[in-house]
Every structure is written in structure tokens, then in C-alpha cells.
Nanobody, 126 residues
Framework: QVQLVESGGGLVQAGGSLRLSCAAS????????VGWFRQAPGKEREFVAA????????YYTDSVKGRFTISRDNAKNTVYLQMNSLKPEDTAVYYC???????????????????WGQGTQVTVSS
């Protein structure tokens, strides 16, 4: 089992930037794909971005392409989400997650991720 703890959320004005971090523990973390999801009030949890176990392949939802960058440092057991040009519609609780299985092919379904952090709030003011 992988334990995940997010940090870096906060309040930022539209057009600003934030970098979220996700610290992981567990022996298998470096072998698993990782993802970021978000959930706004009254809405379902939605996929934001994912990254293969070695950082070689990235996946993004269309609304964040060109603005967000997912990365990882397996030596530090940490995943990052750099968020630039933030918009009010990016406001949500952001969660990091580790894939359930070693083979990950870019699924955006939360059901394919087995370990979750507690979330960090991101609020973008207009």
C-alpha cells in the first residue's frame, strides 16, 4: 500500500501559479503511475493529469493542457503538479493518487487508482 500526502494548495489570483507536491511512502511507489484529480463542490472527482512510473509518458485533461505540468522525483518519492495561468474554474480540492496496477495505459478513471491522499484546497479568485 502507498501512503500519499499532498501540500502546496492555497489562494491565488487568476493568472497566478501554484505548485502542488505529493509525498509518498511505500516500497512500490516508484513502480507505479501517478495521477492528480480534482473535485469541486457539488461535482464529481475529475482527472487532471497522470504520469507513467518512469516519467516518460504524461496524460492531461484538455482543460489544463499547456498550463499544468506533472512530474515526479522517484529518488524523493514525490510527485508535483505545476499549475500556471490559473483560472477560477480550477478551484477545487486536488488529490494525488497512485495507480492500482503496474500496467497503466492512461486511464482517467478514479477506479484505476488505488491509493489516495487527503487532498489540498486550491482556490483561484477572479
Amino acid at each position: 500500500q502507498v501512503q500519499l500526502v499532498e501540500s502546496g494548495g492555497g489562494l491565488v489570483q487568476a493568472g497566478g501559479s501554484l505548485r502542488l507536491s505529493c509525498a509518498a511512502s511505500g516500497r512500490t511507489f516508484s513502480n507505479l503511475a501517478v495521477g492528480w484529480f480534482r473535485q469541486a463542490p457539488g461535482k464529481e472527482r475529475e482527472f487532471v493529469a497522470a504520469l507513467s512510473w518512469n516519467g516518460g509518458t504524461t496524460y492531461y485533461t484538455d482543460s489544463v493542457k499547456g498550463r499544468f505540468t506533472i512530474s515526479r522525483d522517484n529518488a524523493k518519492n514525490t510527485v508535483y503538479l505545476q499549475m500556471n495561468s490559473l483560472k477560477p474554474e480550477d478551484t477545487a480540492v486536488y488529490y494525488c493518487a497512485a495507480a492500482k496496477f503496474l500496467i497503466y495505459s492512461g486511464s482517467s478513471s478514479p477506479a484505476d487508482f488505488g491509493s489516495w491522499g487527503q487532498g489540498t484546497q486550491v482556490t483561484v479568485s477572479s
